[in-house]
């Protein structure tokens, strides 16, 4: 990080353990003076207690915690344990193992409007732990796990991946001892939504599911008056970093976001001035996706870039897949989807984000840090969304994007504060949709994808290299190149396979593509939709290979005959894909490593077609298609 940061929190924990009730305080950058500690004494008399849990989802190479009170990830607790295992958890950790993380913790956040109270309900504030979702009692209270493999211990025929979690919890409860009943930031009484979530998640092992996690929710209004205008967002706090390393892992992450991938098949290049060669058969898809990552990828732990067990060299994203008429956009910006990200600062001097005019200032004097239920409700429903992180030196950021053009409020007026925040700093953000209108009893059914994106970054001295001094951040060209060069291929890949796994593109339609930032409308006949229902279905495993095994003395050798798996026909594509085969080992049925992968060589049969033409022979190799 170019200028190390001027402000730094004083570290912080705190943990008060009864029974099977945990509760506990996260570490460093909070606002030490408003937090609220328990005595023990006071919680002794609560004749019961929520169950808080988590469970890490390590079917795939993404480790990712849930719980059922609202958060994602593990906040660096140690003291809640894997409802899996007992063992540790992890947080967001890619690959899993690795003990390279992506995130300190994420949350739900709901906002809406109830008589003449514009309210929030929380997972986490992420500064000063208000926290306001709890599941019941016992076993109540606890995660349900399913599994839709037959060898795992949570086998079910109700289950839709092969760990789904599923869990159900409140922001009704009332219990002074547990929940603030007086907001400690801005004094006002706390009030809540009266909301049910039934939170699933759900994680595949195949390839194609490995590298995300689907957060499926269903918010139900409880109370006896409508909620109108409600958002729903997912606020995250990345740390990306090596937790193993001894280095602080949250001061230089960033945050940003992407409008559009690209789909379709590829085809004959076109050439225009200016803009040179591209494909008339690819079309942008909107993504619509908010990502973070550490600004160089650590190339000082190790120089092993691609998909590193040594540096944190992915990006970690996330995208909206279903949020009601919210999704609906067409190539400009959704009115529906609000981006914001923010850098929290205890003593005031860094406490600032991209608005735009005329901005919203808390309680501090601060752009940054939303407190209290206004301003909360404010980030959930402004429909900005914000330019990337990588650009906050600027006053005018369209100069590093046209996509953010417009009217924002000017950057930190100390450069030195700026430039820190630019060359990457311990930033938040808040993903979210809305409005709905929610009457007493009514659902509304949320899907969000979080993903990581390997080999994000091209090598390990790109960060270096691009920018020298502070003064590269105000240069306009070397910011573009940086962010050319980072690869989101992986990204943007995952993004599409999540949306595609979520609900099969089974409708073909004519689409009207309008590739940026040339203006030409091209005409894709070829593009396959969704219906709107979901699908949860990924690509099919083809049959199970017959096998034998051999055991001997320290091993055992498996022999497989694949001709049908080889030949099956995918259900999703149509098509005859097989890649390879992957030998996976588990102890208990739900923890599996990888320990030996074959691939299938996509290799085309030629054959030497001698043909002797009177004037000798004449040799020539030949492509032979055989069905």
Known sequence: MIGRRLCSSVAFFEAIIIALFIFSIPQARMKVADTVHLPLSNLVGIPVLPNLEQCTHKTGRFWLTVSNYGILGNRKDVLLRDCLTDGFTSSAEFPGGTNIEYLFQGALW???????????????????????????????????KRSARNTSPFYS????????????????????????IVDPETGEPNKSLELKIEQRSYSWAADWGQDWVLLDYTITNMGVEPIRKAYVGLFMDPDVGKTTD????????????????????PG????????????????????????TFDNDGDPESGDDFGLSTRNPTGALGIRFLRAGEALRSSFTFPARISFNWWIPDEFGFMDWGPQKIPGFKNIYGGRGHPIGDAMRYYYLSNREIDYDQIASAFSNPARVDSLFAGFWMPPLQIPAYAFDIADGADCRFLLSAGPFDLDPGASLPVTLAIFVGPRFHPYAGHFAETFRTTGDFLDSARIGMFRRNLRKEGLIGNAQMARKVFDNESIRSLVFCKLHP?????????????????????????????????????????????????????????????????IQMSPDGINYTTIGYFDRVNWKPYFLNLDLNGDGIRENWEFRWEP
Request: net charge negative; glycine share 12%.
């Open 110 to 144: 709901v906002g809406g409007i109830v008589g003449d109270d514009t309210l929030t309900s929380l997972g986490n504030d992420g500064w000063v732990n208000i926290r306001e979702f709890f599941p019941d009692e016992g076993v109540k209270g606890s995660i349900v």
């Open 246 to 265: 001894g280095k602080v892992t949250y001061d230089d992450d960033y945050c940003a976001f992407v409008t559009e991938g690209i789909y379709g098949p």
């Open 157 to 180: 025929p109700d289950a839709i991946s092969d760990l789904d979690l599923i869990a159900e919890y409140y922001d009704t409860l009332r219990d002074p001892q547990l929940v603030r």
């Open 518 to 582: 040339t203006g030409v409308v091209i005409n894709d006949s070829a593009r396959f939709h969704g219906d709107g229902i979901p699908d949860y279905k990924g690509p099919a495993p083809p049959p199970f290979p017959r096998m034998q095994f051999f055991a001997d003395e320290g091993e055992v050798t498996i022999r497989w005959f694949g001709r049908e798996t080889e030949e099956a026909i995918d259900p999703i594509t149509n098509q005859q894909d097989f890649e390879g085969y992957t």
């Open 268 to 291: 004959g290049f076109w050439f225009l001035p200016g803009v040179g060669f591209f494909d008339p058969g690819v079309c942008p898809e909107t993504l619509y996706m908010a990502y």
